[in-house]
Each structure stands twice: as C-alpha cells, then as structure tokens.
Nanobody, 124 residues
Framework: QVQLVESGGGSVQAGGSLRLSCADS????????MGWFRQAPGKEREFVAA????????YYSDSVKGRFTISRDSAKNTVYLQMNSLKPEDTAVYYC?????????????????WGQGTQVTVSS
C-alpha cells in the first residue's frame, strides 16, 4: 500500500517561495509517475505538475510554468515541488499523487494514490 505524506506548506507573501515534499515511508516512489495537484476553496482540483517514471518527462500547467519545478530524490524516496514567485492565486491545498500504470498524466482521475494535502496560503 502506498501512503503519501506531504509537508512544507505554509503562509508566505506574494513573490516568496516554498518547497513542498511528498514521501512514502513504506515503498519506493522511484518506480511511479508522480503528480502535484491543488484545490482552492469552491474550485475543482486542478493539475499543477507531473514527472514520469525515470523523470525523463515533466508536465506543468500553464499557470505555474516557469515558476514551479517538480523533482525527485530517489535516495530520499521523496518528490518535491519548488514554488517560486508565488502569487495569491496559488493559494490552495496541494496534493501529491502516485500513478502506478501510466507513464505520466495530467488527469487526476488516472492517479492511484493520494496524500492528505498541505495548505499553501499566499498573501498580497
């Protein structure tokens, strides 16, 4: 069973940075494609970033491209989301997710396991 745990959320002023982490203490994440999604109050969950198995391919939403970076440290069994130049519209609960079968995806419905989420609040 995959158990994902996010950390690193918090409150920051616009223009600031945060780094989110996603770890699975029980298994290795290196064999899975991984994604980050977010959900703001009253809105649907939306795709943020994804990395394929082997990390040869990465996807980003247009709203975060150039500001956010997804990466993986297999030795630490952790996936990261580095978020720079944060904007108030980035405020949301951020979730990491693991994709077991497919190579990579932007679709939340295709992901098999989810973390509990971590709150990111960006003030203007």
């Amino acid at each position: 069973q995959v158990q994902l745990v996010e950390s690193g959320g918090g409150s920051v002023q616009a223009g600031g940075s945060l780094r989110l982490s996603c770890a699975d203490s029980g298994r290795t994440l290196s064999t899975y494609a991984m994604g980050w999604f977010r959900q703001a109050p009253g809105k649907e969950r939306e795709f943020v970033a994804a990395t394929s198995r082997g990390d040869s391919t990465t996807y980003y939403s247009d709203s975060v491209k150039g500001r956010f970076t997804i990466s993986r440290d297999s030795a630490k069994n952790t996936v990261y989301l580095q978020m720079n130049s944060l904007k108030p519209e980035d405020t949301a609960v951020y979730y990491c997710a693991a994709l077991i079968i497919a190579y990579i995806s932007r679709r939340a419905s295709e992901y098999d396991y989810w973390g509990q989420g971590t709150q990111v609040t960006v003030s203007s």
